[in-house]
Every structure is written in C-alpha cells, then in structure tokens.
C-alpha cells in the first residue's frame, strides 16, 4: 500500500496504525512504500531512512509471513526489504543505502512464459545479525548475516556469513574472521 495518510492524522499516530507493531520512539523517514503492513514489526529507537520500501507479504507457498525490525537498528536510504515468509534484521543493526534483501525469487524455469507471470520462489529466511554493518548497494538473496560481521559495499550474499566475519564480492565471501584468542581480525586464506 502507498503511504497515503487519508485521515491527516500525525505520523507516527498513522504508523502504529498500519503496523503490527510500532514505538513512538523509532523514526521512520518519507517512506517509498510499505506493502503488507500488519505483518511488519518494528522495535523501539529504529532508525528507517528515506525512500525505503518495505514489504511482507505471503507471495509464495507460505501462509504467513513477517518482517521484523529490532530495537536500535538503523536501515539507511532507498533501500527494498521484502519478506514472503521471514526477514529478521536483528537488535543495533546498521544497513548503509541501497540495500535489497529478500528471502524469495520470481521463478524463470518456463522460457515461454514471462517472468512475472510465473510462481514466486522461497528461498531460505534471512537474518541480519546483531550489531552487524551491511554496506552500501549490497543484495542479500536469502541468506543470513552472522552477529557483528561486516558485508563489504557492492557485495551480493547468496550462502550465509558466519558470527564476526568480514565479507566481500559476487558472490560474497569471507576474507576476515575475528579470533578472540589474539583479539585481530585475521585474514582467511583462500
């Protein structure tokens, strides 16, 4: 649904309105969209930028679907968030711009049929783990982010990142891991 406040009402009176859940306490920037509203849940002191266009709903085999957004979590501009069954962006999280992460894809095995006419596919649920950073113009495919790990600017997450990893590239992989036995940040060899 397009943000259209029908009603004049303040905003953040609005937001806890269309949302499954809301706190006063979060800022939410002029949104693109919000599709699916009742199935999003936002924590309190969020942080959601301009432009972002946020969307659960149950498109593929799944019946329901949520999108969940914890305390602290900061999700920066333009970004597409879309949830078909389950994305978690976890407690303190900071996602740069331009950000797309998805737990589902458009089916293309039909080369005489277009894309969007066919079946959307579930992919695997995606979680953005605590007090992670996820870098400018990255897509996460359904996969997950591990707690403090870092995924470098212009990567693509198709397979999970571990707990405390640095992750770069297309497809994304780790090249750090931190060792909390020397307390550095060691380069993985290939």
């Given amino acids: 649904m397009r943000i259209k406040n029908i009603l004049n ?39 959601i930028g301009y432009k972002t266009w946020l969307s659960a709903i149950p498109y593929s085999d799944s019946n329901k679907c949520q999108l969940i957004i914890e305390d602290g979590a900061v999700i ?5 968030i879309v949830a078909t069954k389950q994305v978690v962006i976890k407690k303190d999280a900071l996602l740069a711009s331009r950000i797309y992460i998805s737990d589902n894809t458009h089916d293309y095995s039909n080369p005489n049929l277009p894309i969007k ?9 995606v979680v953005i783990g605590e007090g992670c ?31 405390y990893c640095v992750a770069v590239g297309i497809p994304a992989k780790v090249i750090k891991k931190y060792n909390f036995e020397t307390n550095i940040w060691e380069n993985i060899n290939s």
Avoid: C, R
């Fill in 9 to 47: 009402l303040p905003l953040k009176i609005y937001y806890y309105f269309i949302f499954g859940k809301y706190s006063f306490y979060s800022e939410i920037m002029n949104v693109l969209k919000i599709d699916g509203g009742k199935n999003i849940f936002l924590g309190k002191n969020i942080f």
């Fill in 76 to 80: 920066g501009h333009f970004n597409h």
């Fill in 133 to 163: 950073w996820i870098g400018e113009n990255v897509s996460i495919l359904g996969a997950s982010v591990g707690k403090n790990s870092v995924v470098g600017a212009n990567s693509v997450v198709t397979h999970s990142i571990p707990d």
């Fill in 117 to 125: 006419t066919q079946k959307v596919i579930q992919k695997n649920g």
